[in-house]
């Protein structure tokens, strides 16, 4: 029978300390709620913990703990003492660690938001950027001038004009654009034109037939009885060939020379490549220059003929008119072609529609200036010589190459040698009535 022990006696059990650790290993026992909550450590060491499995003794830090914190047994027990205080150490460590570890994972899950949420409150805040068009907008967004204060003393006007900048050029819409040389030409001469129109509407001599004499500086309008209603002074200023498109000055054709304006300084005798409105200006020029009254346009199929009127009348000293020969103006153009053909400097083309409008002019002169003459039968007997010689030369068409004629570019030299025979004996027959 184990004796009885009361206190302050001979059988209570000494408290011993272990030499190598320093540690006293007899500790006062706590309850196992106590003991679990206390053993709550560090969040890693709570994870640590709670991945590692719970069979094994080794890897569950609560029975170690216990373990270690368990007093050190008395130095006489029995075997029954030891077994009931074995297992009640046993169920002990059972219930904390079961406590510990719903803590430590209510720890850890507790303790991961609050490390997030602080390292989100340390973590400095992104400034919030605008859009890109927002920030264009406003980079592009000019800067409001600056207000410069009023000066106490009135600064004068060359001072002004110093200090303000640059303004941008005006539009005045009440502005009218200045014409060129050639605009304010084309209109005082036009604005003549329509004068000497209105002066021949009031005197009934609008819609009259005009003649041009330029061998004696007639100018006349016939009316249909065949009475001059308006007469005036003619001097030829320059003429344009339809086919060639060149302009000659007055001066320098020696056919109609007496009849023309003398030469004008500055101005070419000969123009070549010039257009209808080319032709025009050219003539405008002269007849500005010349000091001219109206400009008149002679049209005819072969060329335009310029003249400068002066001295316009509607009493006439000669109330008739009868044109003179026709022979220089004919022998003057038949030379022309002659001359064209014989130089060889012009392509077939352009041969053949010289002899055409050649043909046509003497038609039309038989039938309107020299009608009810005696040389309306030789004019119309050369047209149809000229017609005829002119379709001498082929056309690159069907029924040329269908014939067996030779369409070249340049004229034929046998060709060119009976056309310029066929002209000779024509030049020879009007010879004759010079």
Known sequence: MPKPRG?????????????????????????????????????????????RPAASARATPGKAKAAAARPAAPAKRSATSRKVATTERAAAARKGAATERPAARKGAATERPAARKGAAAERPAAPRLRPARARADEHARAAPPKRRPRSEEPASEADDAELSPPRPPELDWDDTPSDSAEEALAQRWAARGEELFQQLAEHGASQHEHRADLKDGRFVWIAPGGRVSAEARARL???????????????????????????????????DSVDEEGAWQIAMRAA???????????????????????????????????????????????????????????????????????????????????????????????????????????????????????????????????????????????????
């Open 7 to 51: 206190r302050r006696t001979s059988a209570e059990p000494r408290r011993t300390v272990k030499a190598s650790s320093g540690r006293a290993r007899a500790q006062p026992r706590d309850k196992a709620g106590q003991r679990g909550v206390a053993e709550a450590g560090s969040p890693a060491a709570l994870r640590d913990r709670h991945e």
């Open 237 to 271: 200023l320059c003429s344009w060939s339809r086919t060639t498109s060149v302009v000659v000055m007055a001066w320098a054709d020696p056919l109609v020379s007496s009849a023309g304006v003398e030469r004008i300084d500055g101005m070419p005798a000969e123009q």
């Open 288 to 434: 500005d220059a010349c000091g001219a009254a109206y400009l008149y346009r002679v049209s005819s199929p072969q060329a335009w003929y310029f003249v400068a009127l002066d001295d316009l009348t509607f009493s006439p000293k000669r109330a008739s008119f009868h044109p003179g020969a026709p022979v220089g103006l004919v022998l003057r153009a038949i030379g022309e072609v002659r001359e064209a053909i014989a130089s060889r400097a012009e392509p077939a083309d352009v041969i053949r529609d010289r002899i055409s409008a050649l043909s046509d002019s003497l038609f039309h002169q038989a039938r309107y200036a020299y009608r009810d003459t005696d040389w309306v039968a030789r004019l119309d007997r050369t047209g149809s010589c000229l017609m005829h010689l002119a379709k001498r030369i082929p056309r690159a068409c069907f029924s040329a190459v269908a014939a067996g004629q030779r369409v070249d570019e340049w004229l034929d030299r046998e060709l060119a040698i009976e056309l310029i025979n066929a002209l000779s004996l024509i030049e020879d027959e009007w010879s004759l009535f010079g």
